[in-house]
């Protein structure tokens, strides 16, 4: 499951519960850093890969969402797991609700904490995968020349050729000559292909003709 | 006449006090008193001159202005002065004496009665009596020698200037001295005696008493008849002193009132039967006789004031001493304390009733030291002997608390006192004490401890309702490490690739974080646990340490930030460590809340310690909203509280475990927030020999 590239980050203000943490973490295979505020996680440098950050609920300094606005920042894809010494419903609600991955009471079952990092890892993964995808499909509707893109935005809409020929006051053949080349720039051969290349571009579709 | 209204002597002047305001009466009263007084005493006077001698040999009229004047307030003397001059001037031109003789008469005879009455006024405090030994003598010196020593000097002289009568200067001099010396001891006391309480003191005395009374006037009577009248003038003259038994008996029993009143009765006796030739005072010439007399006379009476106003004043030193016995055994009684004395010289000892019943000893039961201690608790024996001793090789006294073990199985708390009296030798023989009985008071102090050690529980328990969930989270924390540990431990283990310095660290971590756990949970326990322990010397500075990792998660829930300024080498108080835990963690958990409004960022608390003078002076200080401004002591008061859910409990419990200790609580206003402190006295080294 695990993979070098994934990394694991322990914040507690605990020396003691830092070390159990990165031995458990270790044994079960990840690499794992541990730091004892949020502050202190925060100069370490952005770690591309997946991530997941396991933190104190209660904790000097930085926490809550000063802490969640300072993560999003940064732009890297942490998933986090909250710990701690009681678990009040509204504490953990707020951690849920704040996008959290799971919120542990301690001491927790080591289990159940390696089994919410693993998901928390693969809540990343999906993170970057996505995040990929979105980048290399924009790549693709960046080729296109202004009009392609025009003539895209239609086709998602499921127009055909004539009725975008009518909204671009053009002739039906030129239509399909962009048509034709829209899909040979995005790679793809199906009309379905094509509507979910642009979705995950973020390509919007054109007005609806009134 | 409203000066009159003033205080004067004894029963006559009491009577003079009340119904200021009034038209006073009491005056005229009195001048009308010493009018008819004064006549009468002259023509007394005239009718016991001795024929054809022309002085009297006893002439009562200064007398009794003097006696007026000693019992009148000095303001009205004036008053009785003017009403003696025509009750003088009556009785003399009534006896053909020619007017200017009448009135230098007057003045001679004011005069004398002035000396003494002021001599006697000035040196003997209001009201006078002759019931003390002292005021009899100043009385005899001044009414009965120094006044008509003086007074008889202008009197011979007016005689003389006036060519009245044949006799010379010094004659007439010597005649008025006796006759008038003879006067003042026999009328004087007794009209001062009996008018001022004589009435009232005729009525608390019982029937016997007038029995006796009757049966010595009765005796008196007889034998002056029989000495005066019967015995023939050539008789031997011992027989003179057959009243004198009389005399004491009416001295030693009816005290100065008696001896005055039976001096009168001798005097009137021996110069009645001079005067119409009976007795053995009318033998020689007129003036001899009179002479004889007068000197009798004096002889007798002066003794017999005296001897009267010792016993008198004996029988009051014994009254006033029976009454101080009478009041300390009262107070003994109703303070239930033991009085005891032990006479070592006399081999004697006496116990108060009720000590003897605390004591539980029978009631004729000789006491010794040996006896007391056998009744004491046999913990507290030997520091008991040993207090007793220091005391008698010191000459100290002792005073020392302890049990009595009675033979009934009671225990009972006493604090004894005592003292040993030494001799003109300066050896020990005596052993006085007295011990109070404080079992009630003990048993109520330490009602009123375990009360106050309750509310402390209580308070201390609540406190940690309150911590619960940080508590819980701070013993969470080497759980989970543990946790942690073991279950990476376990996976190593599973993965075949144990490193053996890694398990090493691993277990040791373990290790110490179940210490940490025991320890988090030892330190809950002793603070919630009831008893607080003893008092022993700590180190505040340790005590704050532990509070603080109590409150550690609190406070970081509360981002709270606590900065310390601990004394290095703070001297040890002798203090309750748990009591003092607890005072810290309310002021803290106060300054807490206190805080709870500010932002974050000011949410700041500082503790310090440091010393000054003999004491240590712990100080907690938060940065919020401060005391109340109108009542800054209020927050000291019970049940008042500026939290919603707060007992208002907390500072009082403080200030009570501080004062406990020995110590001062306070509270003021810093320029953003509030300061607790409290001061803690220097633990001293333990004294030898703790009594119980």
Known sequence: MSSARELVCAVDDDPSVRRGLRRLFKSAGFAAETFASAEDYLTREIFQGPICLVLDVRMPGLKGPGLQEALEKRGACEQIVFLTGHGDVPTATRAMKKGAVDFLIKPFDSGELIEAVNRALGRSKEQLRKREQRREARGRVDRLTPREFEVLRFVVMGLLNKQIAAELHTAEKTIKVHRGRVMQKLGVTSVADLVRISQRAGVSPARNPA | ?692
């Open chain 2, 1 to 692: 006449m409203r000066a009159i209204a003033q205080p004067l002597s004894g029963g006559m002047s009491s009577r003079w006090e009340s119904e200021q305001g009034r038209l006073d009466y009491r005056p005229f009263f009195a001048a009308l008193v010493v009018f008819a007084a004064y006549y009468l005493g002259a023509k007394i006077g005239f009718a016991l001159t001795l024929r054809p001698h022309p002085v009297s040999v006893l002439w009562p009229p200064n007398s009794i202005l003097l006696a007026a004047l000693l019992l009148a307030p000095v303001r009205i003397w004036w008053v009785l002065l003017l009403a003696a001059f025509p009750a003088h001037l009556t009785a003399e031109l009534e006896s053909h004496v020619p007017p200017t003789m009448v009135f230098c008469w007057f003045i001679s005879n004011s005069c004398e009665a002035l000396i003494s009455a002021s001599c006697i006024r000035y040196l003997i405090d209001r009201p006078v009596r002759f019931d003390r030994l002292r005021n009899v003598g100043i009385f005899c010196f001044f009414a009965a020698f120094l006044g008509p020593f003086l007074s008889s000097f202008l009197d011979a002289a007016f005689v003389v200037l006036n060519h009245w009568g044949h006799d010379n200067y010094w004659e007439i001099w010597r005649i008025r001295f006796t006759s008038n010396a003879l006067a003042a001891l026999t009328l004087t006391p007794l009209i001062v005696m009996w008018s001022a309480e004589g009435i009232a003191w005729l009525g608390k005395i019982r029937r016997p008493r007038f029995l006796e009374a009757g049966l010595l006037l009765l005796g008196l009577l007889s034998v002056n008849t029989i000495v005066f009248y019967k015995l023939a003038p050539t008789a031997d003259s011992t027989l003179l002193y057959l009243p004198l038994p009389f005399l004491i008996w009416a001295a030693v029993r009816f005290g100065s009132r008696g001896a005055s009143a039976a001096i009168c009765t001798l005097t009137f006796l021996a110069i009645w039967s001079a005067g119409h030739g009976y007795g053995p005072f009318s033998t020689r010439s007129a003036e001899e006789n009179a002479l004889s007399i007068q000197m009798f006379l004096i002889v007798m009476s002066v003794p017999l004031l005296l001897l009267a106003a010792v016993i008198e004043e004996r029988g009051k030193g014994e009254i006033t001493l029976r009454e101080r016995e009478e009041r300390i055994s009262l107070a003994a009684e109703s303070a239930d304390l033991a009085f005891w004395t032990i006479d070592f010289e006399r081999k004697e000892s006496w116990m108060s009733d009720n000590g003897r019943a605390i004591f539980s000893f029978d009631r004729d039961q000789p006491l010794s030291r040996e006896l007391f201690l056998s009744r004491v608790h046999p913990e507290d024996r030997i520091a008991m002997d040993e207090a007793i001793e220091r005391a008698r090789a010191a000459s100290q006294t002792f005073e020392i608390e302890y049990r009595l073990l009675r033979p009934d199985g009671e225990t009972r708390w006493l604090i004894s006192r005592g003292r040993y009296l030494r001799n003109d030798r300066g050896e020990v023989s005596e052993l006085i004490g007295v011990a109070i009985d404080i079992t009630a008071q003990f048993k109520a102090d330490l009602q009123l401890q375990l009360q106050r050690e309750e509310m402390a529980h209580m308070s201390r328990v609540s406190s940690m309702g309150e911590l619960a969930a940080s508590l819980a989270h701070e013993l969470n924390q080497p759980l989970s490490a543990i946790a942690s540990n073991a279950a990476a431990g376990r996976r190593f283990l599973a993965q075949n690739s144990p490193e053996l310095e890694m398990f090493d660290e691993l277990l040791a971590d373990v290790a110490a974080d179940a210490r940490r756990a025991g320890d988090i949970i030892h330190g809950i326990h002793n603070f919630v646990r009831k008893s607080e322990g003893t008092r022993r010397p700590v180190n505040l500075n340790g005590i704050i340490r532990e509070v603080l990792r109590l409150l550690h998660s609190d406070l970081l829930g509360r981002a709270t930030s606590v900065e310390t300024q601990l004394a290095p080498n703070l001297p040890m108080v002798d203090a309750n460590p748990v009591n003092l835990q607890q005072v810290l963690l309310n002021l803290l958990m106060n300054s807490i809340e206190a805080m709870q409004s500010k932002p974050a960022a000011k949410r700041r608390i500082l503790i310090s310690t440091r010393c000054e003078a003999n004491s240590v002076v712990t100080s907690v200080r938060d940065y919020g909203g401060g005391l109340p401004k109108d009542n800054p002591d209020k927050i000291f008061t019970h049940f008042y509280s500026t939290k919603p859910d707060g007992m208002g409990m907390g500072l009082t419990i403080v200030r009570s475990i501080v004062e406990a200790h020995g110590g001062k609580l306070g509270a003021e206003n810093a320029d953003e927030g509030a300061r607790f402190f409290f001061s803690l006295p220097v633990a001293t080294k333990k004294e030898t020999g703790e009594v119980a």
